[in-house]
């Protein structure tokens, strides 16, 4: 089993930043996909940002150019730094990571996500 454990979030005025921080734990054997998800009151979860092994990141086009995924992979975290924050960036954000658990003599996959973190934005 892989848990997930995020810390960050808050609330800002548009304009300001925030830091979201996710940490794995767990019998991880390999991690292939960290990212995170939102979703907002009434609307679906939707990619905001993710990350494969050995790829460039992934942005939604409503953050590109604001959010910045980092991913650590000797730690297990990822984080999202969150800059010039508007009004719609306002939801829950979700972690999630997907890779395999167990060994090398035994591994099976996993996808994990975050209890979720509040992110408000407002004046």
């Known amino acids: 089993q892989v848990e997930l454990v995020e810390s960050g979030g808050g609330s800002v005025q548009p304009g300001g930043s925030l830091s979201l921080s996710c940490a794995a734990s767990?019998?991880?054997?390999?991690?292939?996909?960290m990212g995170w998800y939102r979703q907002a009151p009434g609307k679906q979860r939707e990619l905001v940002a993710s990350?494969?092994?050995?790829?460039?990141?992934n942005y939604a086009g409503s953050v590109k150019g604001r959010f910045t995924i980092f991913r650590d992979n000797a730690k297990n975290t990822v984080r999202l730094q969150m800059n010039a924050l508007k009004p719609e960036d306002t939801a829950v954000y979700f972690c999630?990571?997907?890779?395999?658990?167990?060994?090398?003599?035994?591994?099976?996959?996993?996808?994990?996500w975050g209890q979720g973190t509040q992110v408000t934005i407002s004046s």
């Open positions: 767990g019998t991880i054997f390999s991690i292939n996909t």
């Open positions: 990350v494969r092994s050995g790829e460039i990141p």
């Open positions: 999630y990571v997907e890779g395999m658990t167990g060994s090398a003599l035994g591994a099976t996959g996993f996808a994990s």
